[in-house]
């Protein structure tokens, strides 16, 4: 079996090897001087496996797998869904990171409009892989504007990282916020127009 290797975040080559996971994990509950065999833990190693496999789906999902659904609805002003849940995995850590994703768009005169579920789908894609909150924004920003070709993007982030919580410094409710910017968007007045629409909730 093809070991994944990972792009520069870019995504997987090859499958899920569950068998390997299971065995490093039994191996971590070992390490850290817990007995793998005892009752409680026989089964963690094979549910971790597949909890991993869930977590990190997105690794062997391309954009243009959920970007499927076009529309030509002649709609060519903004498109904002906000408050999309983020789910992901800091990936200098392996423990996760939460909160929501705005993600907004300007349609092409003539140009494709996607399903509304498809945004949230897209962030999906990027959060189950192991992350940095900059390069899940900057990756759901350029595979919209690479896919839809719309003339502007706004993706917004805001997420609590649990290796600030549970670990490290540990402080509560510290919330760190991303944002990429692309096209006409970029332009002061459709950005504040963007900002305000995210902000006013
Ligand atoms: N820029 C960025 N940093 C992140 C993200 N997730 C976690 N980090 C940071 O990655 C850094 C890793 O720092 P290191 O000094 O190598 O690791 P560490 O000793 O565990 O750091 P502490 O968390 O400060 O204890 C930490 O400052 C984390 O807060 C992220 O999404 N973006
Ligand atoms: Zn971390």
Known sequence: M???VTLDGEGAIGEFDEKRAEAAVRELLIAVGEDPDREGLRETPSRVARAYKEIFAGLWQEPEDVLTTTFD????EMVLVKDIEVMSSCEHHLVPFVGVAHVGYIPAASGKITGL???ARLVDVFARRPQVQERLTTQIADSLMRILEPRGVIVVIECEHMCMTMRGVRKQGAKTITSAVRGQLRDSA???EAMSLIIGR
């Open 2 to 4: 093809t070991d994944p």
């Open 73 to 76: 609805l002649g709609h060519d």
């Open 117 to 119: 579920s498809k945004l």
């Open 190 to 192: 459709t950005r504040s």
